[in-house]
């Protein structure tokens, strides 16, 4: 049985047609360029702050605070980019609570919060200038194989005046996967491919959903 575990607005989950439904990667969430202290090069340490090169990107910098378990990506020049609190479960470094992205300038560009890596609850997207840009929701969706996050709930999207540019809904829509694996052999012991099947969670638009024009109008009606 799937169990969600949705913050704020219950939405009602079904399938529908492709065109209404959308890839995550639409929906930004905050990198967290720390692998492991075996993997990230150490710069320094001071006290209870250490200093490693960022995963991927090298020209940034992790700040990591061991005792408060609090991260901090910093570019060169030590501006923060990314900021948050996270658990470490096994020899995983894993995203928890709050976690906030800035602009170069230090105004925040977008925040939200994580549950073990996933984006969960009401997340938050803003122009530079401070004002709104968007406002969602992730569920995070417990179907037996393993938990997944999606955008499912109210969404809204601002233009850079303030006024609404887009008022609607999503929900969860599930999708199958197959992915190819690498396993072992039990026999001789070599790597073999193998085809596994997996669920995975894409947004879809539902119910009605409203378009404005930048002086407030509305220029589209829909009823999904």
């Known amino acids: ?121 009401t997340w938050q997207e803003f122009y530079n200038t401070g004002k709104m840009k968007a406002v969602y929701n992730y569920a995070i969706i417990d179907d037996g194989g393993g938990r997944n996050s999606c955008i499912s709930g109210s969404y809204q999207e601002f233009y850079p005046n303030g006024k609404i540019k887009v008022n609607g809904f999503y929900s969860a829509a599930a999708q199958i996967v197959t992915d190819t694996v690498t396993v072992e052999d039990p026999v001789t012991e070599k790597k073999i491919y193998k085809l596994q099947k997996h669920s995975t969670y894409l947004p879809e638009k539902i119910g009605h959903w409203e378009h404005y024009d930048e002086s407030g109008e509305i220029e589209k009606k829909e009823d999904l």
């Open 1 to 121: 049985m799937t169990r969600l575990l949705l913050l704020l607005l219950p939405v009602t989950f079904c399938l529908s047609s492709t065109s209404r439904v959308l890839a995550q990667a639409t929906f930004p969430t905050i990198a967290f360029e720390f692998t492991s202290e075996e993997d990230n090069r150490l710069i320094k340490e001071n006290d209870s702050l250490k200093y490693y090169a960022a995963t991927g990107d090298t020209g940034n910098i992790v700040c990591i605070d061991e005792d408060a378990s609090y991260y901090k990506l910093l570019t060169k020049d030590h501006k923060i980019i990314a900021e948050g609190s996270f658990i470490l479960e096994g020899e995983k470094y894993l995203q928890v609570g709050k976690w906030t992205e800035h602009f170069p300038g230090g105004k925040v560009k977008e925040t939200g919060y994580y549950e073990k890596s996933k984006p969960i609850g």
